[in-house]
């Protein structure tokens, strides 16, 4: 089945479960989508003062995540084209304090409104799966880095050993689906595009060739959870 990720129904889809969407992804995770938030600011760590631009933020919990752990010293710029989202993201960095040290931009990551050789860490969190071309997006991601910046993807994935990748999979298919449609209630039907869409995501070395080409270097692969999610980190090379 192909999949209609296009720039309007996703962004439709999105705007539909907005006042429901932290609720549901911790709920759905069972709170560990935090966690893994928190071990990507741990592995990728700001190195000087430079931006942070954070791709597909939803309503921006891995900037905000970003800008606590830096004590806003770094300047953080969270961009996704889902209005609905960025204003409850907004709202929350209102809530946190963080005035001024994120900055929600409305932009396609597909044609991001930044200059070339911008950012020091340029980051997606579950949503680079959602950009209509995977390598366009990377592509874009790679333009904004700064030379000797990093790319980092993190991204759902499925476990490879049985039984848990049997159970995790009955779960994310079967499970997931219905109770996520039950709760968010939306005509989108976006809790059946979410195990649709990383069934056809390509992950682990797939995604990692897929950096590469896209003018990434060193690219690691960091399993998280018995590998339910997946970090990848590459390094934007410094004569690009």
């Known amino acids: 089945m192909t999949l209609d990720k296009s720039n309007q ?36 760590p700001p190195r000087g003062d430079e931006p942070i631009l954070d ?3 939803g309503t921006g919990d891995l900037a905000l995540t970003y800008s606590r752990a ?17 204003e409850i993201g907004q709202r929350k960095k209102l809530r946190a304090g963080l005035i001024g040290q994120v900055t ?23 949503g680079l799966r959602n950009v209509a071309s995977t390598e366009r997006g990377l592509r874009e991601m790679v333009r ?11 991204e759902f994935s499925m476990p490879g050993r049985e039984p848990l990748r049997s159970l995790y999979g009955w779960y994310f298919q ?6 996520g449609q039950w709760l968010a209630r939306n005509r989108e039907q976006a809790y059946e595009y979410l195990p649709a869409s990383v069934g056809q995501f390509p992950s682990g070395e797939r995604l ?9 270097a060193d690219v690691e692969l960091h399993p998280f959870t018995f590998g339910i999610a997946t970090l990848y980190v590459g390094a934007k090379a410094a004569g690009r």
């Open 104 to 126: 929600f931009v409305e932009a396609d990551a597909q044609s991001l409104p930044f200059q070339d050789d911008q950012f020091q860490i340029v980051c997606v969190a579950f």
């Open 55 to 57: 791709l597909c933020t």
């Open 174 to 179: 079967r499970v997931l689906p219905r109770v």
């Open 208 to 216: 990692a060739g897929i950096m590469r080409d896209c003018g990434l």
């Open 9 to 44: 129904r996703v962004r439709q889809m999105f705007a539909s479960i907005a006042p429901k969407y932290d609720l549901m992804n911790h709920l759905l995770s069972l709170n560990v989508d935090r966690a893994w938030r928190r071990r990507t600011v741990r592995m990728v």
């Open 144 to 154: 904004v880095c700064r030379p000797g910046g990093r790319v980092a993807v993190l």
């Open 70 to 86: 830096t004590a806003g010293r770094v300047p953080v710029v969270a961009a996704d084209f889902c209005r609905e989202m960025l």
